[in-house]
């Protein structure tokens, strides 16, 4: 580091001692340099897998003269889904019901969500699957407007996301090497290790340079970006 010192009785900056030990230290040529002995790339890969389950949310809003009659309405809630799920037949893999909370104590209001989740085994096939997932998404629209909730969704999930990830990852680590190894024969030198490996982005459902509409019924996408650092040998 290069140390600046204030000269006293006039003005301007004189370089420090230490500047002619900084100088003395830079080698005379780029031969005197030592070897590159790691370079690095970035990789990018996207994969694709059917769905296993989607979700919705009924997000349910209570309103009463005082708090108490609006938990005693909320709690209620579960078990007013659950039979009118059983009655419409609409069977659900997952159920979970959050408990009320107190959103504004003024107005006296109470909220509570429902998480509805289901197989997506009867909607993957492409002759007849888009059509009976719309029939879901209406009756599941119907069914929350009768029940004075908002509906969310659909969310769909693959059957094991970390799996997923690993396997872009792994997909993106390999796609970094090709360009890599060409510059590194370019210097006149090879790649001799993975030194490691940065991950840099996950995104789901945000395919790069494609407009199509993700997620869909037949597929949901996981893309991975990652940096690669490797280790050179020193020699071609």
Known sequence: MVMLKRASGYDGWLIGGILCAVLLAIPASAQDLPPMTKIENTGEATVYEAPAHVEFYFHLTVKEENLEKAMATAIKFEENLRSRLEAEELR???LEVSMPMVTDLKEKIMVT????????TSFISPDTGPGQFARLC???TTLAVQMNCLIAGPEFLPADRDRMIASAVTAATENAYPAADAAAIALKNAIYAVDHVVIEDIRWNAT???KLPEPTTAHISCTARVRVIYALSGQP
């Not at 969500?113 to 997506?120: G, N, W, Y």
């Open 208 to 210: 790069p340079d494609s």
């Open 138 to 140: 209406d009756r599941l």
């Open 92 to 94: 659900t893999s997952d």
């Open 113 to 120: 969500t429902a998480r509805l989740r289901f197989p997506m």
